[in-house]
């Protein structure tokens, strides 16, 4: 059973680099065709795909998030950190990280990926 947990600050200023971990249990980062989202919901919105990252290294991003966003793997301690910079009170939401065995740009329907982290909520404010 693959299970991913998100960890990070819960408050972040304004301008600020908002830095999160999702920690995978069950599963290597690696293992081929293993795809790593992250994906966000602010309050009252929809989830919000941000990006990706391949079993091999590779990312891919939301364009309206791109300039500001930076997915990085650490495979010695098999997690996958999210980086958004700049953050305004616009980037509060519960924050997740999900698992497919597919490359799904952009989706962020439950049923098309395997497994979700449980969220972490991030709050911007001074």
């Known amino acids: 059973q693959v299970q991913l947990q998100e960890s990070g600050p819960g408050l972040v200023k304004p301008s600020q680099t908002l830095s999160l971990t999702c920690t995978v249990s069950?599963?290597?980062?690696?293992?081929?065709?293993?795809?790593w989202a992250w994906i966000r919901q602010a309050p009252g919105k929809g989830l919000e795909w941000m990006g990706v990252?391949?079993?091999?290294?590779?990312?891919y991003y939301s364009p309206s998030l791109k300039i500001r966003t930076s997915i990085a793997r650490d495979t010695s301690k098999n997690h996958i950190t999210l980086q958004l910079l700049s953050v305004t009170p616009e980037d509060t939401a519960v924050y997740f990280c999900?698992?497919?065995?597919?490359?799904?740009?952009?989706?962020?329907?439950?049923?098309?990926?395997?497994?979700w982290g449980q969220g972490t909520q991030v709050t911007v404010s001074s």
């Open positions: 999900a698992q497919s065995k597919k490359l799904i740009l952009g989706a962020t329907e439950r049923n098309l990926y395997d497994f």
């Open positions: 069950g599963a290597s980062i690696a293992t081929m065709f293993n795809y």
């Open positions: 990252i391949s079993y091999s290294g590779s990312t």
